[in-house]
């Protein structure tokens, strides 16, 4: 019995390890294909700096987002229609197997949309892709007849494979394994942070290949103070309501998301739509790293009005896209509407609390709401950390606005 447990266990690390390996080479892929599709349509490359295409022609943002939208409407149309639908990672689980092409046409199609302009995050291509090598996997281990792994052992490395696909394309170890354990698995131990941990720390160094380590938004070099915890009290209720209304929205969406013909012109519409508002706001298109870093970077009052009109489009836009057809990851157009929240707040209270910078406001706005809109406390609070290079003084601030948006949201929830 311990010799069989000892075998199981050399298999888990094994698989661990190649995993890793493959995942964070997915994820690199990936990351080299949005680039691509970015400079092809878009005519740009985005970076922390530039993370919007303000330099391109308001009219080839048009094009590209409306292009895009027609190609993936009859791409999703195909897929879920004429052949054998893609699976979701829960129903994976739950022990339905994930078809392989199919399942990669499904990614890529994600990351192009979220390239050409599509209004939807690129989080969720990833982490599908980890969850689908994790079950082919776990299949060739049996066409082998290596030990068998214990069923919850194969959902680990499911979630594990999951969460070091977002570890992957993020640069963020400890994000990857708590949206394994604590979004995914729900089940927090040495063992399962162990497997976790380690995948997604060779997915992100293997990710980092192509991009290196820098942070995804650029902020600002102060430290948090103890002022900062005025904000928060004001701040973080405000949020919690927000992410809790962003996620029954996103919710709705995707209870009534388009997957039947209609798609193909639901869709199209969408991305008309939303390439007509990116003429004059270029910062609608994409996943929300252009909106969130443009109030990261907001110092003159003017944006208010741009940053509250910005965050309301983005939560149309992004909801409508879901619904229209579109799948995608709802993380990063949370922070965007959390960090044009936070630093709207801040712009207002700015008389009252010198001491604290906008870039702060921002980035505490968007890690409360994400918290809220996830019901994910702990991957909130070290996503932030991890894409944004936070430094130990935003530790405290940022989990204390988190417990109090993550209590408003849940009340909100329950109701």
């Not at 990936?30 to 009219?59: H, N, Q």
């Not at 197997?97 to 390239?115: A, E, K």
């Not at 990116?278 to 009052?301: H, K, V």
């Amino acid at each position: 019995m311990a010799f069989d447990r000892y075998k199981k266990n050399i298999v888990l690390a094994i698989s661990t390890i190649a995993l890793g390996l493959i995942v964070g080479l997915s994820s690199m892929l990936l990351g080299l294909f949005l680039d691509l599709i970015e400079r092809l349509f878009l005519r740009y490359e985005e970076t922390a700096s530039i993370p919007a295409p303000v330099g391109t022609m308001p009219t080839d943002r048009l094009f590209s987002v409306v292009i895009g939208a027609m190609i993936v409407a009859v791409i999703w149309w195909f897929l879920r229609t004429k052949t054998k639908a893609p699976v979701s990672i829960k129903k994976a689980l739950n022990g339905e197997q994930m078809p392989f092409w199919q399942t990669v046409l499904h990614v890529i199609t994600q990351i192009f949309f979220v390239g050409t302009g599509g209004s939807i995050g690129r989080e969720l291509a990833p982490r599908e892709a980890g969850a689908l090598f994790a079950q082919k996997w776990d299949n060739l281990l049996r066409k082998l007849h290596v030990p068998a792994l214990s069923q919850s052992d194969r959902r680990l490395l499911m979630t594990a494979a999951a969460g070091a696909g977002f570890a992957g394309i993020y640069i963020a170890p400890f994000t990857g394994m708590l949206f394994s354990v604590e979004v995914l698995l729900k089940k927090l131990t040495l063992r399962t942070v162990a497997v976790s941990l380690t995948m997604s720390t060779i997915a992100m160094f293997v990710g980092s290949l192509a991009k290196g380590f820098q942070p995804y938004y650029l902020i600002g070099d102060a430290k948090f103070s103890l002022i900062s915890f005025v904000l928060i009290f004001i701040l973080a209720p405000i949020t919690g309501i927000a992410g809790a209304l962003f996620r029954k929205l996103c919710q709705w969406a995707e209870g009534h998301q388009t997957k039947n013909n209609q798609i193909l012109w639901q869709l199209p519409t969408m991305g008309l739509i939303t390439g007509l508002i990116a003429l004059t706001f270029p910062e609608i298109m994409g996943n929300g790293r252009s909106l969130a870093q443009l109030a990261i970077s907001s110092s003159n009052q003017k944006m208010m009005m741009i940053l509250l009109i910005g965050g309301m489009l983005k939560v149309v836009v992004t909801a409508l896209t879901i619904r229209a057809g579109a799948s995608g990851g709802t993380l990063t157009p949370a922070i965007a509407i959390g960090a044009a929240i936070g630093a709207i707040l801040g712009f207002m209270l700015m008389p009252w609390l010198p001491a604290v910078s906008i870039w702060q406001c921002a980035i505490i706005g968007a890690g409360t709401l994400l918290a809220a809109s996830q019901q994910a406390p702990f991957m909130a609070m070290f996503m932030l950390i991890e894409i944004c290079h936070l430094g130990s003084s935003a530790l405290l601030p940022m989990g204390f606005g988190i417990l109090i948006a993550t209590v408003v949201s849940k009340k909100i929830l329950s109701d």
